[in-house]
C-alpha cells in the first residue's frame, strides 16, 4: 500500500526564514505533485516534478524530487507573510493515474 | 478563478439521503477528477473522467457514483449518506488528463450530513 508522509505536519516561522517540507513516499513512483491550500479555500497547483533529480521554482519556493530516496522537499526561500497555507504533496502510483495525498504541512509565517 | 465551477456550494442533509453535485471543467479542457476533503480522512483521490470515460478509480465508495457527460460537465451522486460522508468535495479539470497535465480545482462543495 503507498503511504505518503509529510513533516513537518506544523511549522511556524519568521519572515526571512529559510525552511524545508518533506514529503517521502513508500513505493516506487517518478510523478509527485505540491499543491497549496490556503484557509477555507480550494487547492492550487504549484509544481508538477516527473522524474528523478527534477526541480521546480516559482518565486520563494522551489520543490524537488530524489525518486532513489523516495523524498521530494519543498524548500521555502525567505518567507513572507503571503506564503501561510497548506501545503500538501501527492504521489501518483505508478502508471495508474491514481493519487495518494500526504496529511499536509499547515505553514505559518509570522511577521 | 480557476474557471471551474461548482454547484452547490453548501449542502446540509439527513442520513441516507442522495445528492447530487454538479462540476464544469474550465473551457477546453477533457478530464475532470474528483476529491474528498474531510478531517478524518484528510485528501482522498476519488475518481477521475476523461472525455466521458473513467480513466481511474480511486477510494470511491460503492454507494458513490460519478459521470462525466457530453459536454463535459460531471456529476458526483452520493447515496445512503452516512455522517462520515460530511466533507468538502473538490473537483478539479485539466486539459488531457495525463500525469503531465496541471490540475484546476473548483472552489468545493461543502457537504454536511446531520
Known amino acids: 500500500e503507498l503511504k505518503v508522509e509529510q513533516n513537518p505536519l506544523f511549522l511556524s516561522m519568521q519572515e526571512g526564514k529559510n525552511y524545508t517540507i518533506y514529503c517521502n513516499y513508500s513505493?516506487?513512483?517518478?510523478?509527485l505533485y505540491w499543491y497549496r491550500q490556503d484557509p477555507g479555500k480550494s487547492l492550487e497547483s504549484l509544481f508538477v516534478l516527473l522524474s528523478n533529480g527534477a526541480v521546480k521554482q516559482e518565486g520563494r519556493l522551489m520543490a524537488s524530487l530524489d525518486t532513489k530516496a523516495r523524498l521530494s522537499t519543498l524548500h521555502i526561500t525567505a518567507a513572507v507573510h503571503d506564503l501561510s497555507a497548506t501545503y500538501f504533496c501527492a504521489v501518483e502510483r505508478e502508471g495508474t493515474y491514481k493519487y495518494i495525498f500526504g496529511t499536509g504541512t499547515r505553514l505559518k509565517v509570522l511577521a | 478563478d480557476s474557471g471551474v465551477t461548482q454547484t452547490p456550494k453548501h449542502l446540509i442533509t439527513a442520513t441516507g439521503q442522495r445528492v447530487t453535485l454538479r462540476c464544469s471543467p474550465r473551457?477546453?479542457?477533457?478530464?475532470v477528477y474528483w476529491y474528498q476533503q474531510s478531517l478524518d480522512q484528510g485528501l482522498q483521490f476519488l475518481i477521475q473522467y476523461y472525455n466521458g470515460e473513467e480513466r481511474a478509480k480511486g477510494n470511491i465508495l460503492e454507494r458513490f457514483s460519478a459521470q462525466q457527460f457530453p459536454d463535459l460537465h460531471s456529476e458526483l451522486n452520493l447515496s445512503s449518506l452516512e455522517l462520515g460522508d460530511s466533507a468538502l468535495y473538490f473537483c478539479a479539470s485539466s486539459a488531457s488528463g495525463t500525469s503531465t497535465d496541471t490540475q484546476y480545482f473548483g472552489p468545493g462543495t461543502r457537504l454536511t450530513v446531520l
Open positions: 513505493t516506487t513512483s517518478d510523478r
Open positions: 473551457s477546453g479542457d477533457l478530464s
